[in-house]
């Protein structure tokens, strides 16, 4: 049983400064994907934001060029614009981005164990941006990383510490697992739903028909609130999700939005293979890129809200593909015409079925939004905590 530690009053006084060549050892190996012999690639696109798990992976044949490689209980660090704060543990044979570094706990100096927490702290996090060079693209140099300083508690303790922080992600883990199995449920659910047997009998309409385009830019400086698609968090504003601000300065070419307004991002993303569409709910005005295209519902709230469900549901992901025009994956972008998106088919149902089923289907978002802020709980303890040690 772990020993009560009072984070509310940790002791410092006999902890000892290590550099981080100390700390950790920097594996260097360096093979060709073809000739690795392993079965899986990380990239940092596989690796979550704040996430000491990788839950996605690919393959060698994905990549060409040197790639690190990595071993069971490395920790794949992303060197390459820090501010995502990347960093998960290996728990196979694989190979890594180069655009990482593969850092091996000095278990003489740290507890393999606490080792992944100590990087996600923002001592260290904040350190690494700081030391990043470079503009569009910053990155960490080992010369620059090896020495720096960190304080460090007595290895004595720093197993109670690592038990904690452990626990704490088996409630996260848990929680998480719950999330999953809820959202198949809640996939097959919306599935019935939106697309029930009788939807045959529908009318079919073309999306110009529902909707208008927006075609409102910036140019009298309405707002200054650039906002971006996620897949996970919808529009949102830029600097919020990326930390910083990417959008250019001058913002008179941006489309304005406003409440219930939609955006299609012809970014291709992890369950997102057509691009992502969905609706400003957070803000009542912002900005897009005029890459986006934007559209307005011409019917009323509960078709804006039934769409809204359609489309992330990936309904028009098929025909998406279908006008998306030859060389379209250039720079992730599908290469969808406006003419042609607005041509796409989409079902109307009937106003009596959507008053009956837009209601089921904001309960299920509720319910997820719950267990979603329990999970968001339990990681905002455990940040807590390990910012309280380090």
């Known amino acids: 049983m772990t020993q009560n530690i009072d984070l509310n009053y940790l002791d410092k006084?006999?902890?000892?400064?290590?550099?981080?060549?100390?700390?950790?050892?920097?594996?260097?190996?360096?093979?060709?994907?073809?000739?690795?012999?392993?079965?899986?690639?990380?990239?940092?696109?596989?690796?979550?934001?704040?996430?000491?798990?990788?839950?996605?992976?690919?393959?060698?044949?994905?990549?060409?060029?040197?790639?690190?490689?990595?071993?069971?209980?490395?920790?794949?660090?992303?060197?390459?614009?820090?501010?995502?704060?990347?960093?998960?543990?290996?728990?196979?044979?694989?190979?890594?981005?180069?655009?990482?570094?593969?850092?091996?706990?000095?278990?003489?100096?740290?507890?393999?164990?606490?080792?992944?927490?100590?990087?996600?702290?923002?001592?260290?996090?904040?350190?690494?941006?700081?030391?990043?060079?470079?503009?569009?693209?910053?990155?960490?140099?080992?010369?620059?990383?090896?020495?720096?300083?960190?304080?460090?508690p007595p290895k004595d303790h720093q197993a109670q510490l690592a038990e904690l922080l452990w626990a704490m992600d088996e409630v996260v883990e848990r929680e998480n697992e719950v999330l999953k199995h809820f959202n198949i449920l809640k996939k097959s659910k919306q599935k019935k739903l939106l697309l029930p047997e009788i939807s045959d009998k529908w009318e079919s309409i073309k999306l110009h028909q529902g909707f208008d385009k927006i075609t409102k830019k910036n140019k009298e400086n309405l707002s200054d609130n650039v906002l971006t698609i996620s897949a996970s968090q919808g529009l949102i504003n830029q600097e919020e999700y990326f930390k910083r601000q990417v959008a250019s300065k001058n913002l008179s070419n941006y489309y304005v939005l406003e409440t219930n307004d939609f955006a299609y991002n012809k970014s291709y993303s992890n369950g997102y293979p057509a691009g992502a569409i969905k609706v400003l709910n957070k803000y009542k005005i912002g900005l897009v890129s005029p890459l986006y295209i934007c559209f307005r519902s011409k019917l009323n709230e509960h078709y804006n809200s039934y769409y809204e469900y359609l489309f992330d549901y990936g309904y028009l992901n098929k025909q998406i593909l279908s006008i998306a025009k030859e060389g379209a994956r250039n720079h992730g972008l599908l290469n969808v015409a406006s003419s042609d998106f607005f041509n796409l088919k989409i079902p109307k149902p009937t106003q009596e079925y959507l008053d009956r089923i837009v209601p089921i289907l904001r309960t299920l978002d509720a319910i997820q939004g719950s267990i979603e802020s329990k999970i968001s709980s339990s990681k905002a303890l455990q940040k807590s905590i390990i910012n309280q040690v380090f």
């Open 13 to 152: 006084s006999t902890w000892e400064t290590f550099k981080f060549e100390e700390i950790a050892h920097k594996v260097s190996k360096t093979v060709k994907p073809d000739e690795a012999l392993v079965d899986i690639y990380i990239g940092l696109e596989h690796i979550d934001t704040n996430d000491i798990h990788i839950r996605r992976k690919g393959v060698p044949a994905d990549v060409k060029g040197g790639k690190l490689r990595c071993y069971p209980g490395d920790i794949i660090f992303g060197k390459r614009r820090a501010y995502q704060r990347k960093a998960a543990i290996v728990d196979f044979h694989g190979i890594c981005s180069a655009h990482a570094f593969v850092f091996r706990a000095n278990s003489e100096v740290i507890d393999p164990k606490l080792f992944p927490f100590f990087l996600h702290s923002d001592q260290f996090m904040h350190r690494m941006v700081d030391i990043s060079v470079g503009g569009l693209s910053p990155t960490i140099n080992w010369g620059d990383l090896k020495q720096q300083e960190f304080l460090l």
